[in-house]
């Protein structure tokens, strides 16, 4: 099944959902969300949020993948520090390429990180690794972007 296919078949469940279950946190969406595309994309090694806990500091929140992620990264550092500061996607091809990079897995070849606003402020950011080179384009960019704005 191709990449449009399976974000339109996650946003269809999670729409479904959280039309049916009235009221749901932050914290519920987001887990739901990163289970939901875990399961449809069952390759990424990590599939998750970050929560902005301070001005300064994101920390781990709900995810799916390996056991060993960052549990908390500073603004400006790393690929979710960036996109935090920068309030804006990045979509890394090559991680070994991108300056100031913080491996938290060494399967990761290849990331996505988009910022959640509310408003103008970082509340959170979606965080999802590949173990492949180039997976993430347009297409996750704008799927994503149509995911993240249920929450």
């Known amino acids: ?89 990045i979509i890394i091809d090559d991680v070994k390429n991108f300056p100031n990079y913080i491996s938290c897995d060494s399967d990761t070849k290849s990331e996505i990180v988009m910022p959640i606003l509310l408003g103008q402020e970082v509340v959170s950011i979606l965080d999802i690794d590949s173990p492949f080179l180039s997976d993430f384009n347009q297409t996750d960019k704008v799927s994503l972007k149509k995911i993240t704005s249920l929450i």
């Open 1 to 89: 099944m191709n990449k449009q296919k399976r974000y339109d078949r996650v946003l269809h469940i999670l729409k479904t959902t959280f039309t049916t279950e009235l009221g749901l946190s932050l914290q519920a969406k987001m887990s739901l969300i990163s289970a939901v595309l875990h399961s449809e994309f069952d390759h990424w090694v990590f599939c998750g949020f970050y929560v902005m806990v301070t001005p300064e500091l994101l920390e781990i929140g709900p995810y799916q993948g390996h056991i060993l992620a960052c549990t908390h990264i500073p603004l400006g550092r790393g690929v979710c520090g960036m996109s935090a500061k920068e309030k804006k996607t």
